[in-house]
């Protein structure tokens, strides 16, 4: 049988500071062995200089979208709307 016991300290008995809890919680943090690897590159859009036409096409015609309706984030629906008025179509 596992018994918990709880510490009581001076904030109404909670174990230190919040300020403690989180020095505390960066110490294990910051170990070597703790760290996350990063996976590749970082995602990052390219420069405007290198998007050929068709894609600055397709970005003027989904922020005309989102302008026209007052949406933030269309739909996929949507997306596939905006590039069939642009005349794309399946082969």
Avoid: N
Avoid at 33 to 62: M, Q, T
Wanted: proline share 5%.
């Amino acid at each position: 049988m596992v018994s918990a016991t709880r510490k009581k300290g001076t904030a109404g008995g909670v174990a230190g500071s919040k300020a403690a809890r989180a020095a505390a919680h960066r110490g294990r943090r910051s170990k070597p062995g703790r760290r996350r690897a990063r996976r590749g590159k970082e995602r990052c859009a390219p420069p405007l200089a290198e998007v050929d036409a068709d894609a600055l096409e397709f970005i003027a015609a989904i922020d005309r979208f989102k302008q026209q309706h007052g949406r933030p984030f269309p739909s996929w629906s949507e997306v596939l709307m905006v590039l069939r008025e642009l005349g794309y179509s399946r082969r």
